[in-house]
Every structure is written in C-alpha cells, then in structure tokens.
C-alpha cells in the first residue's frame, strides 16, 4: 500500500518570512478506514492568509492553533476513494479542512459535497473561503449602500478580489489597492474597479485625493501597511471599517500601530473585525447571496497555481512579497 | 441699560495648553428682544471637553467649529429675565447652548425649560451633556450585558463617572482609569466601582490583570494615552470598545497612533466612535433611560465650581492636569 506524506508544523514562525523549517515532511501509514468514515485523495490545497493565524501561539485568536507536531491545516477539494460512510460513496467530489497531505480520512464533519460543474480552482477560489469571507465582511460587516465609496486593500487578492467586483455590481464607486501595476491593470481593466492605487507608488494621498474625491464611505482592509492612516483620515462621518486581515503585520514581531481614534470620534466611524470560524454555520446563507453575483458573470477570478505538496510551505511567502497573480492553490 | 460681556472665540489652539491670546472679552450692547424672542440671564456655564472640539478648525468635525470672532460655545442654565416669546415667560428656569456671556438672547430653538427640582450644578453635571453622552455611549453603543467586565478611562470625570454608576446599576465588574489618587478613592469609596487604576502608576498591566482577571468586554474610551494599547490587548472576543473623547490628544499637534488591528481581527472588536450632537434628536428617550438610575440614588455626582466669566478661559486647562474634582462649572 502507499503511504500518505504529510507535511507537520514543528515550531511556529517569530516573524521573517516563512522558512522551511518550520515544518516536517513526514511518510506515514496509510489511515484504515473504519465504520462512518471514508478516505478522500486531496486534489487541489488552497493556501490562506489566515494560515498565518492558525499557526500563530496567540490561544485569543478566534481558532486554536495548530498544534505542534500536526498535520498543517488548510482547506481543499478531492475525491472519496474508499468509504464506510453511508453518506459518502466513492467518487463523490468533496470539499473540507484536509490539511498539508495527499490522504485525508473523515467522518464526516466538516466536509461537503461538490457538485457545482466548475474547476477545482474556481471552487477554491470563489465558492469556499474567499468567498464566503467576501460576502460576509462586505455585505453582513460592511452594510455598504448604492452610491458609496469602498476602498479595498489587497485589491487583487482572493478576497479583496471579490469585495470589489460584489460592491461593483450593487452600485458602489470601488478603488482597489494592490503592490504591482500588473494587478493594478487587472482589477481596472478585467475585474472592473473604477481605481486602482498602487501603495508603492508615490503621492498616495493625491491619489486618494483624486480617486476618492467624495471621501471614503467604507473601508475593507487585507494588508494594514502605511496607506492605513492616510485612507483613515478621508473617511466620511459614519464611515464602516471592515478589518479582515493585515498581512503587512504578519511576518512582524511587533505589529505596527494603528491611527488614532481621533477620527473614530469626529467622524463617527466604525471599525469592525470578523474572522469566518464565527460564521461558517452561516455558510448556505453566504453562499445564497453569492450564488447570483457569480452566475451573472460578475465574479472573474484567477488561480496561481504551484504544484507538489512541498510547495506550500515556499508558497506562504508569496502572501508576503505579493508575487503571486491570483488565488494561491497547489495542486497536488 | 447694563451691557452683556461675553468671550469671543479669536484664535484657534494649535497644541500645547490653552492661552488666553485665543480669547477676547469683549462688552456688548444688551439685545433688545424682538417678537418670538426671549432673554436668559445665564447662572451657570458649562465646561467639557466637546469645547476642544468646536474651537479646532477641523471642518471634518461632528458640528462645525465655533466661527472665529463668534461668541465661544458652551451649554448653560438661566432664568428668562424678559419675554416676546409666547412658550417662555419671565422667571422660567431654562437650559441651553447660552456660549461664554451673561446674556443669552433666544427664539427658543434648542432651549429646554428644566422643571427638576435641583440645584443648577447638578441638572449641568447629569441631565445635560455629561448624562446624554454617558447614557447613549453605554447603552446604545456599548451593549452591556450583565456579568461583563467594563474598563472606562477618565473616569472621575463628567461622563465617566456616570458611564460607571450606569453600568455598576446593571451588574457589570466596573473598572476606573483615573490620574489622581482622590479620584481613585473616590470612585472606588463613593461612587462603588469595583476598581480604580491610576495610570501615571507602576506595572498598568500587571493592575490590568489583577483587576480584569476574566478580560475586558467593553472599554468606554474617554483619554487615550498609553494604557490604550495596554487595554485592547487584553480584550476578549467581541469586545466592544465605545470611542467618546481622546482628551490625552487634544492638545497635541499630532494625535498619538492608536493600537494595532491585529486584535480587532483576532478578537473580532468593533471600535465605535459616537458625538452627541447626531443624538440631540434622541434626547426625550436617553433622559428616560438615564431618570430612574437617578431618581434611585444609583447616580453621585460632584462639581468642581469656578467663579467668574473670565475663569472659563483658564479652567480648560483643568480637563489637561487633571486638577479639577468633578464636573467643571462656571459660576456667572
């Protein structure tokens, strides 16, 4: 019988880019599957963000992490191959928290079944996380009106992506903030935004300025960073900030500090954080509001793709130094 | 005919503590009172930290500055000494945005007759700003719950004092930040907060966990300074912090950064800030909220009395120091 390689967190990352050994790869015995349990080949990882969370120490962070010496956690799709599972038969296509291995054996939770005629990669990158996390911070958080306008950091990032395509299509004047002009082209001229403002250019306040000329209604923030403080100070009264994520602080030791609150007072604005661990029992509802948006050609996505399990642990440095194009996956 | 002194608003603070060279007391011919109108003579003015606010240039602001070479700004209570308005007469006790003067003259647009048989110190120390903004930020910001722990800052102070009470009534583990032992003491002692901090003492944090042993659930936010940071991180999940003055910042030229999101993700806070002047319309309930705490004995109050028109100008700095005990009030 084969065995499952499976690649094991063994310390936690103190800031710096993720180097290789924090993890072990690992041969081990493939699982034997027992009564109410199926065996599923993993297919396609999806690499996250929010993998930095649960890799981090903090035990106030909204999910335990991952503990020393365990399978790394992320999400993916793959195929039941062998099943004592009465609801699970083999060949089903099959979505869930498989984690950094090619062989995932379940009992059930926490897996679903696919059956949208899509890609892999389309499924990952639109109907799972960053999907449900786009239309829950911008739509439950965010409360955003016809006529706004939304500034999204991380612009061309798998969820930063979405929130501004969702907020195109209801109305909102939208301007993206990304780190390279090729995904400031692609989210003006493919995506749709009515701006783009790279944070590495110059005269970032002019570019607000100009691009946000009626003020800033709403706020969703991926990556913290120095244009933080500058979109802050253009916010309109009872301005909503949705935070979600702030990869700029992630490979900090100490995370760089936020604006005042003095413009949380004379504007009266909102600044609101979410993670999706709190809202995945409201998964059918977030995927019922998506569904439409998607179904009307609204929603493009691409997919960076590496290949080979080992490439997963490189490829969370993308997040970092943005090289990516797209939705990271690994295809396995 | 006596005339009407008043102090006009003549140059704006630019940082650092407030010089009288802002200021010019100036003499002014007695209004004659026209049909609809009617005449206050002022008893007792109102100082708050709001006025820091209305003197700032920031068009941004709340509620639009007070005009340069305009009568300063400030919340008083009077008795109409003459009347062409047919809903005021001679002798009525009445409450209102009366500014820096003797003399009020008005068409009754935002004037409020007081039937409370109490003394003027105690109507300016809680039935007027102070009570709305505690009442307001407390309940329909903050959403207590009972059983949680509140921190507030500035909490000898005019809203503070009351946030406290209000949410001590309510069941909640009630924490105060203050600057001055006496505070301590008195809020502890005389008001029955659970705890007193005073933040210019050693180890805040290791106060902070002693005092807050289960966390912090919402943080009533009325100073800023260092123990800002030292709060958020030991909020819990959901936290609520309510932004309501930064007093620590308002005579800086560059307010001080605020915390990091990083916890606003992680604990999934929401950071609210709130003026009154969007609740004035609310005022009728917030009184009906606040009244039975009062007329139940739950709600102490003390006023720190200044005298004379001109020690307004000098009595600001008082909200910097820390020196004054209790509402601060200018006695005409």
């Given at each position: 019988?084969?065995?499952n390689?499976?690649?094991n967190?063994?310390?936690?990352?103190?800031?710096?880019?993720?180097?290789?050994?924090?993890?072990?790869?690992?041969?081990?015995?493939?699982?034997?599957?027992?009564?109410?349990?199926?065996?599923?080949?993993?297919?396609?990882?999806?690499?996250?963000?929010?993998?930095?969370?649960?890799?981090?120490?903090?035990?106030?962070?909204?999910?335990?992490?991952?503990?020393?010496?365990?399978?790394?956690?992320?999400?993916?799709?793959?195929?039941?191959?062998?099943?004592?599972?009465?609801?699970?038969?083999?060949?089903?296509?099959?979505?869930?928290?498989?984690?950094?291995?090619?062989?995932?054996?379940?009992?059930?939770?926490?897996?679903?079944?696919?059956d949208?005629?899509?890609?892999?990669?389309?499924?990952?990158s639109?109907?799972?996380?960053?999907?449900?996390?786009?239309t829950?911070?911008?739509?439950?958080?965010g409360?955003?009106?016809?006529?706004?306008?939304?500034?999204?950091?991380?612009?061309a990032?798998?969820?930063?992506?979405?929130?501004?395509?969702?907020?195109?299509?209801?109305?909102?004047?939208?301007?993206?903030?990304?780190?390279?002009?090729?995904k400031?082209d692609?989210?003006v001229?493919?995506?749709?935004?009515?701006?783009?403002?790279?944070?590495?250019?110059?005269?970032?306040?002019?570019?607000?300025?100009?691009?946000?000329?009626?003020?800033?209604?709403?706020?969703?923030?991926?990556?913290?960073?120095?244009?933080?403080?500058?979109?802050?100070?253009?916010?309109?009264?009872?301005?909503?900030?949705?935070?979600?994520?702030?990869?700029?602080?992630?490979?900090?030791?100490?995370a760089?500090?936020?604006?005042?609150?003095?413009?949380?007072?004379k504007?009266?604005?909102?600044?609101?954080?979410?993670?999706?661990?709190?809202?995945?029992?409201?998964?059918?509802?977030?995927?019922?509001?998506?569904?439409?948006?998607?179904?009307?050609?609204?929603?493009?996505?691409?997919?960076?793709?590496?290949?080979?399990?080992?490439?997963?642990?490189?490829?969370?440095?993308?997040?970092?130094?943005?090289?990516?194009?797209?939705?990271?996956?690994?295809?396995?």
């Amino acid at each position: 019988m084969t065995t499952n390689t499976a690649i094991n967190l063994i310390k936690r990352p103190s800031g710096g880019p993720i180097n290789a050994d924090l993890f072990a790869v690992v041969e081990k015995e493939m699982p034997g599957v027992g009564a109410g349990e199926f065996l599923v080949k993993q297919n396609h990882m999806s690499l996250d963000p929010a993998m930095f969370g649960w890799m981090s120490p903090d035990t106030n962070s909204y999910i335990p992490p991952v503990a020393l010496g365990d399978v790394m956690r992320s999400s993916g799709i793959g195929e039941v191959i062998e099943s004592k599972h009465p609801d699970f038969k083999v060949g089903d296509r099959v979505m869930g928290m498989m984690g950094w291995q090619h062989y995932f054996l379940s009992n059930g939770q926490g897996v679903n079944k696919v059956d949208a005629p899509l890609p892999d990669e389309a499924i990952l990158s639109i109907f799972a996380l960053p999907g449900l996390t786009a239309t829950q911070g911008l739509f439950n958080v965010g409360k955003p009106k016809k006529g706004e306008t939304i500034i999204v950091t991380g612009a061309a990032g798998s969820v930063g992506s979405i929130v501004g395509q969702l907020a195109k299509a209801d109305g909102l004047h939208v301007i993206g903030v990304v780190g390279r002009d090729e995904k400031a082209d692609w989210i003006v001229n493919e995506l749709g935004f009515d701006a783009a403002i790279n944070y590495k250019s110059d005269d970032l306040d002019g570019q607000l300025a100009r691009y946000a000329a009626n003020g800033i209604d709403l706020y969703f923030e991926n990556t913290g960073g120095p244009i933080q403080n500058l979109i802050v100070e253009r916010m309109n009264a009872h301005g909503r900030v949705v935070v979600c994520g702030l990869i700029a602080d992630y490979d900090k030791e100490v995370a760089s500090p936020g604006p005042s609150w003095i413009n949380v007072i004379k504007r009266r604005l909102t600044i609101q954080g979410f993670t999706m661990p709190d809202h995945f029992h409201e998964a059918p509802a977030l995927l019922e509001k998506l569904t439409p948006y998607v179904m009307a050609g609204k929603i493009k996505h691409r997919s960076h793709v590496i290949e080979g399990l080992e490439s997963a642990i490189e490829g969370l440095n993308l997040f970092f130094t943005g090289e990516n194009k797209g939705k990271l996956i690994v295809k396995l």
